[in-house]
Nanobody, 122 residues
Framework: QVQLLESGGGLVQAGGSLRLSCAAS????????MGWFRQAPGKEREFVAA??????YYADSVKGRFTISRDNAKNTVTLQMNSLKPEDTAVYYC?????????????????WGQGTQVTVSS
């Protein structure tokens, strides 16, 4: 069992930055891929970024603006979000998975956090 707790959400103006963190507890963190997804009101949950043991992956909509990183010693994964846009407004979820192959798909993940709200004003 893995427990995930997100933090760092909030309200920011367009063009600003936020840094989301996800703290993991439970099983060995290093062996899991970690992902960030988001869900805006009335929309489906969508992939934002993921990081495995070898490489990061990004949705086209955030590429060049967001950076995902992990610290296996601290069991944390971070999403640095720059040049934020109003369309980035959503609840952001941290997720972990171990045996998936397509880390852009929510179904590949086994554990999810409760989410943190990010609101970008225009």
């Amino acid at each position: 069992q893995v427990q995930l707790l997100e933090s760092g959400g909030g309200l920011v103006q367009a063009g600003g930055s936020l840094r989301l963190s996800c703290a993991a507890s439970g099983r060995t963190f290093a062996g899991y891929a970690m992902g960030w997804f988001r869900q805006a009101p009335g929309k489906e949950r969508e992939f934002v970024a993921a990081i495995t043991w070898s490489a990061p992956y990004y949705a086209d909509s955030v590429k060049g603006r967001f950076t995902i990183s992990r610290d296996n010693a601290k069991n944390t994964v971070t999403l640095q979000m720059n040049s934020l846009k109003p369309e980035d407004t959503a609840v952001y979820y941290c997720a972990s998975g171990r045996y998936g192959t397509d880390w852009a798909r929510a179904r590949e993940y086994d554990y999810w956090g409760q989410g943190t709200q990010v609101t970008v004003s225009s």
